[in-house]
């Protein structure tokens, strides 16, 4: 058995965050550094919907971290419900490629009624990256 296969990664939620200025982040390091300077100290970061589901390429955040850095990126149950918005974050996932660790998919107890949804969801998403699923308010 190897090492790796009991490797922990540590790290946030987030890159950005405003207590983080003059104390984590030097405070004349530019906005656009902060992901590189971040991936020197973690290995992994987990990204919250709101910090990625709305960019329009996320392919330059492999271009400012080293090749074993990896995201976990939030999937929230409005995007899960919306098979456009599903399928256009699927594909920004894909050009994250192996910088992609997993997906979590976070669920209110109403998506989780619609099991065929969801069940289809976590296929689709499978055959790119793992899946994790996490219910909110159950």
Aim: net charge negative; hydrophobic share 45%; glycine share 4%.
């Amino acid at each position: 058995m190897s090492v790796e296969t009991h490797r922990v990664l540590i790290g946030a939620c987030g890159w950005k965050h405003q207590a983080w200025l003059n104390d984590f982040y030097s405070e004349d390091l530019p906005e656009d550094w902060q992901l590189g300077f971040y991936s020197n100290e973690f290995p992994v970061v987990y990204v919250p919907a709101a910090d990625w589901i709305n960019v329009a390429d996320l392919s330059g955040w492999t271009e400012d971290v080293s090749d074993s850095f990896r995201f976990i990126l939030e999937i929230p149950d409005d995007v899960l419900n919306d098979e456009q918005r599903f399928s256009v974050a699927l594909e920004k996932v894909k050009t994250l490629d192996d910088f992609c660790l997993g997906l979590v998919f976070q669920l209110t107890p109403s998506i989780c009624k619609d099991i065929d949804l969801l069940q289809q969801c976590v296929e689709l998403a499978q055959v790119i990256v793992p899946v994790c699923v996490e219910i909110n308010g159950v």
